[in-house]
């Protein structure tokens, strides 16, 4: 069967999401560019493998080459000190960004965070209109990684795609996930509609699945066509109510966040 793309670059491939998004992006592309900081091991069929550190500018534009496509999961993933972000999540999205422009890349699947949003209250609907209120360093990293994406589309044409995704674990860690829960096969189906879209300019979507409780209302990018297949309701047995209230002071349940803002820059630190 014909693959939508020649060669697709998925970053992050060492990591938690990547190893699993492994097998399944094979569907998209004749050949799969694997990259990391980390080690890949071999690569498989239809497999190729680059070390690089995303803050290394040449060595980024060396991994962009012949690229169709890009799925941007690599950087750090939660909450640390503000210089291993700015390395890899701020300096190496220029050094993505200058690369696939460079290259005359057309489209990129940019994995961002709900935590460009985590400072909003867990009561709040919230969409993609509404303003940005990260919750710490890595939340304003992902808010450059999408004010930075759609630069490139204004002024170059160059598309993206910013899955703020929810929280994908094969298993939910606590009672807030079970409104964040995206499964990894609704996470793949909403790169396959990323992929897909004839025209997506710049577009900000929830990678959340079809969960009992939604925080986040994905009213603007209903044109992707994704329909979310898994819903988190099959763990709410997990986490029995308590029968007795949160304290009200408690900023891990009164924010979208959660725990990611015990993390976050304090002072006196
Ligand atoms: P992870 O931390 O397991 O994987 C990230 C990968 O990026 C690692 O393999 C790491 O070696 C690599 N990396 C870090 N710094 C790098 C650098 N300077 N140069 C090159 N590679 C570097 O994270 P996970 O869970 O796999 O998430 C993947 C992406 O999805 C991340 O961008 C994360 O922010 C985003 N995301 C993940 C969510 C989840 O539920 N897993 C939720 C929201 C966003
Ligand atoms: C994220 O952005 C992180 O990358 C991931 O590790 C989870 O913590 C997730 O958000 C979450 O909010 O649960």
Known sequence: MTKPFKRILMTGAAGGL???????????????????????GPAGPGEEVVQCDLADREAVLKMCEDVDVVLHFGGISTE?????????????MVNLYEAVHKHGIRRVIFASSNHTMGMYKTTDLVDASMPLRPDGYYGVSKVFGESLSRFYWD???????CIRIGSCFPVPANVRMLSTYISLD???????????????GHTITFGVSNNPSQWWDDKHARFLGY?????????????????SYAPQDDITITYQ???FLLNGPKYPS
């Open 186 to 200: 609704d996470l793949v189906e909403l790169l396959r509609c990323s992929l897909a879209a004839p025209r997506v």
């Open 18 to 40: 990547g190893r699993q998004l492994r097998g399944p992006v094979q569907a998209f592309a004749d050949i799969v560019r694997l990259a990391d900081i980390a080690d890949l």
């Open 155 to 161: 002024r170059f044409g160059i598309e993206t795609v």
């Open 257 to 259: 966040g959660g725990g």
């Open 80 to 92: 640390t000190p503000f210089e291993p972000i700015m390395n890899a999540n701020i300096l190496g």
């Open 227 to 243: 329909v979310p297949r898994d819903s988190s309701a099959k763990f709410t047995h997990m986490f029995p109510a308590s029968g």
